[in-house]
């Protein structure tokens, strides 16, 4: 918590908002709109036990700002360990009961409070799984995308999923199926209509991507294409930048617990010489299909304690200001970064 | 040195087979790509040909051999998940050693910090414990890698770090590696052949 002290908070909290608005009305091809969802100042922290009852607390995400807007595609990407899927269960409100959340989200203008993510979850935000684990083994398809409605809806719902299945192209016997009958493909498909039935508006998507081939893999992309289309705000959580890039309309890039940068899709392309920050152009640089080159060092572990810029250990433009203090997050070039040396 | 399997069929059950009249061969140095369809049969494909799975139809040799069912294998399989591949209950120095001692000279290439063997597995990250994985199977007496989607969980510079690393030892060591991976950029960068495994059929 030692870093928190030393900011003025509410300070923090104008800066951050201005430069949202101004985010907001360069880069949201014209709209105007209210961010659907909106995270300021984010931290995150879970109370542990060390030894006996001495408790210390680990800090998992800090300072975190994001925002998603209704028919764009946020993708966020980042390592293994970064906060990427903390930050989707801290939105939907399933945090485990010794974690400690800082900091305002907000839906649709109206603080996003524990009674309210209960609420809208399930029904106004959807979160679409990674894997298979999430669905009950002993339990027919159809009944888990339906989930539990009143009886009076039940014929209306089971319509319903019939028209969604015909439109993913699910054959009508996989309602009945158990999910350990189903491929990867169609397990996939199964868990994007559960989020599609309850028509949400702000769908969260962890990982749904590891393991696919490119056939099932552009078929996947193609459902959240679709659902932006159509107006909703999604949130894409993944490690793979390529298969971001390819729907996407804003990549965050997520670092020890952080955001580093917001980058448009059009930043990616050559050397990357358009990215801001500098781990994200070693992220670029690292696909196999570019130049495969790896920078050295690991992101710091949850525990270490890092006055200075989180990513300094690694940079290769490091300066003394960096060691002081983390880099405001600051708006350049129509994307956002947090780097002293950007500009 | 060659590992081979030829005419390899499996199928969980008698009429559903996975894998039908499978060849492939694999010689030392090489580094093997494998492409294929979710539910082609990749991953059994490399169970059986890192011994794991044995009920299959068809021979599996190296060098015209049987690999004798007990001690050390030559031919090592590595996971995509490599947290499901490590005792939790284990501190790393443990799972690190399990097989054989690992020398010092494979932990600096893989830049395994020391105070890493001290923590217990939920405390790494899945590119860490990938490192982990890799450098106990890298053994002096492996002459085969089978990496089955080991880059899959990680990032760009993750993956580009493991393989750098694991493409230096196996020159050096002269281990014959099939990389299996639907990225074909990856597969691309890292080979000099690929075979492609269709459903049901050969290669």
Redesign the interface.
Same mark, same amino acid.
């Given at each position: 918590m030692g870093n928190k002290a030393e900011i003025n908070p509410e300070k923090e909290l104008n800066t951050e908002k201005e430069l949202i608005t101004g985010l907001g009305t360069t880069s949201g091809n014209m709209k105007k709109t209210e961010a659907l969802l909106k995270v300021e100042d984010l931290s995150l922290s879970f109370t542990q036990y060390e030894s006996g009852l001495r408790q210390t607390e680990l800090k998992v995400i800090s300072n975190l700002s994001i925002q998603a807007y209704k028919g764009e595609i946020l993708a966020i990407?980042?390592?293994? /360990?970064s906060g990427k899927s903390l930050l989707a269960h801290s939105i939907l409100g399933i945090l485990p009961s010794n974690a400690k959340l800082d900091g305002r989200i907000e839906y649709n203008g109206a603080e996003l409070t524990q009674e309210r993510k209960e609420e809208m979850r399930g029904k106004e935000i959807a979160l679409i799984p990674q894997a298979i684990t999430y669905l009950d083994p002993l339990m027919k398809i159809s009944n888990q995308v339906i989930g539990c409605v009143e009886k009076k809806n039940e014929g209306l719902m089971k319509k319903l999923q019939r028209e969604i299945f015909q439109r993913y192209t699910l054959k009508p016997e996989v309602e009945r199926m158990f999910p350990h009958e189903l491929? /990867?493909?169609m397990t996939r498909r199964v868990l994007v209509s559960t989020a599609v039935i309850s028509s949400s508006k702000l769908i969260i998507a962890d990982e749904p991507t590891? /393991?696919?081939?490119? @056939?099932?893999?552009n078929e996947t992309l193609s459902y959240f294409k679709d659902m932006a289309d159509k107006g909703c705000a999604v949130i894409l959580i993944t490690?793979d930048?390529?298969a971001a890039l390819k729907i996407s309309h804003k990549i965050a890039v997520f670092y020890a617990g952080t955001v580093l940068e917001v980058a448009n899709v059009e930043d990616f392309k050559n050397n990357g010489e358009n990215l801001r920050h500098p781990y994200t152009r070693?992220?670029?640089n690292?696909?196999?299909?570019n130049k495969?080159?790896?920078? @050295?060092g690991?992101?710091p572990m949850q525990d270490e304690v890092i006055d200075g810029c989180i990513f300094y250990e690694r940079c290769s433009r490091k300066k003394a200001l960096c060691a002081q203090g983390l880099p405001q997050l600051k708006q350049v070039n129509g994307g956002m970064v947090r780097c002293n040396n950007a500009s | 040195m060659h590992l081979k399997g030829e005419n390899v069929s499996f199928g969980y059950k008698r009429n559903n087979l996975i894998l039908k009249d499978v060849n492939i061969s694999l010689g030392s140095g090489e580094v093997l790509g494998l492409i294929g369809d979710s539910g082609s049969g990749k991953s059994t494909l490399c169970k059986i040909l890192a011994g794991y799975e044995n009920k299959y139809q068809g021979k599996v040799t190296l060098d015209e051999k049987e690999i004798p069912p007990k001690g050390y294998n030559p031919v090592q399989l590595v996971f995509q998940h490599p947290e499901k591949a490590v005792n939790p209950k284990w501190r790393m120095n443990d799972i690190l050693n399990e097989g054989h001692f690992v020398s010092q000279d494979i932990l600096e290439a893989f830049g395994i910090k020391n105070n890493w063997l001290n923590r217990w597995p939920n405390e790494l990250s899945g590119g860490e414990l990938q490192r982990f994985a890799l450098a106990r199977a890298l053994s002096p007496k492996t002459r085969f890698l089978i990496a089955d989607e080991i880059t899959t969980m990680v990032d760009s510079i993750t993956q580009a770090q493991i393989w750098n690393i694991v493409l230096d030892i196996v020159e050096e060591l002269n281990i014959g590696v099939l990389v299996v991976s639907h990225d074909r950029n990856l597969i691309n960068r890292l080979c000099n052949d690929t075979v492609y495994l269709k459903d049901i059929n050969n290669t």
């Open positions: 990407v980042g390592s293994s /360990g491929s /990867g493909g590891p /393991g696919l081939d490119e @056939k099932t893999l490690h930048i390529e070693a992220l670029w690292a696909l196999p299909q495969f080159q790896a920078i @050295k690991h992101q | -």
